[in-house]
């Protein structure tokens, strides 16, 4: 396999979402692990009218298919897909036969055709090419719309999170030159947007939200300067908080059928924490484990002494979600009143902290 390529694809993949529809199961299985390690957002079907349900509720960006899909076959099944959006992205993955030369020989708007068996070097170049036709003709409309905001002076707000908490502040756009967007922002919106490198850009008027990635800051002159506009619909789920970042000190314990698992921390709050795996645990959204959390925390004396607390509770599941090369496991806590006081005490001073990095 062609790392360079597939190190090519993972830049451009990770803000896009995928559909992969085929009956074949081994298929699937190599198909699955191939876009895990790539796409944030993907979704699977085994029949075309499954396939077409998902389209419908997910609007992937792209949608990867066979022909020979069961209860609705491919040819329909584009043709449907292209009713409900007429510019999807379509790569077709088939054997060589009359339906794949009917394919070649018309205009059906497919993006791209490769013949199994399944080589991943040509879905790989497939997929950046793809990728790259679907970013410019977003950006160009994205930046259409942008452009109409500017010149009609409409009430904007620039939305980032900084290590788990909302930042949301009034904004100026000052200027658009060769697909770049500058914008005026405060020291926190900046500080937060160079640590997170992209930002959601709202109009108020029209309800709408823009996805801007960051180009460039000046901290002193208070500006951005941002690119790669893409429309999106809601503000996305990154930016509803799920508690705060935790620092280096925070250890998680999870217990579960008999076994222990050292799991990294991302998010913590009163209610919930949210962990990280790499490795399947086997678990599943409902299921309840028994969690130990440690950490530093300051005593309340003159000398702020620093001493390791534990805390110990059960934690039902209430989501997963694929993330790089493993998953977000997010769980529901209710910590014991008897440790609620110094895990809560924790939470706040590294709230404080956090707003001490952002506005000092």
Known sequence: MNFRNLKRLEKTAKDISILYI?????LHKKMEKFLNKLFDRYYLAYDGLSGYETFKKQKPDIVITSLDTPLKNGIELIADLQDIQEDVKIIVLNMKNKDTDLLESIDLGISDIIFKPLDFDKLTIALIKTIEEFDQSVFKEALKKIK?????????????????????????????????????????SIKALKRQKYAILKDKKEDRYFKLF???????????????????????????????????????????????????????SKSS???????????????????????????NGILNKIQFGKVFTK????????????????FQIKVNKPDQRMYFKYLDDIEAALYNELFV
Do not use: H, W
Request: aromatic share 8%; with cysteine; hydrophobic share 35%.
């Open 273 to 299: 924490v949210t962990l990280f795996s790499n490795i399947d645990l086997g678990l599943k959204v409902s299921d309840q484990v028994e969690l130990t959390l440690g950490f530093d925390v300051k005593s």
């Open 22 to 26: 085929e009956k074949d199961e081994e």
């Open 315 to 330: 934690g039902e599941i209430s989501g997963i979600s694929p993330y790089k090369s493993g998953k977000l496991i997010e």
């Open 214 to 268: 960051l180009l460039n800051y000046n901290l002193k002159k208070g500006t951005i300067t941002c690119v790669k506009p893409k429309t999106v619909q809601t503000l996305p789920l990154e930016f509803i908080s799920k508690g705060l970042g935790v620092d280096k000190s925070f250890r998680v314990v999870l217990r579960y059928k008999s076994e222990s698992f050292d799991l990294k921390c991302f998010y913590a």
């Open 148 to 188: 109409n905001i500017k010149n009609k002076n409409s009430d904007i707000t620039l939305i980032n999170t900084y290590k788990g908490i909302l930042i949301e502040n009034k904004v100026t756009i000052t200027d658009m030159e060769n697909d770049e967007i500058t914008i005026s922002a405060n020291k926190a």
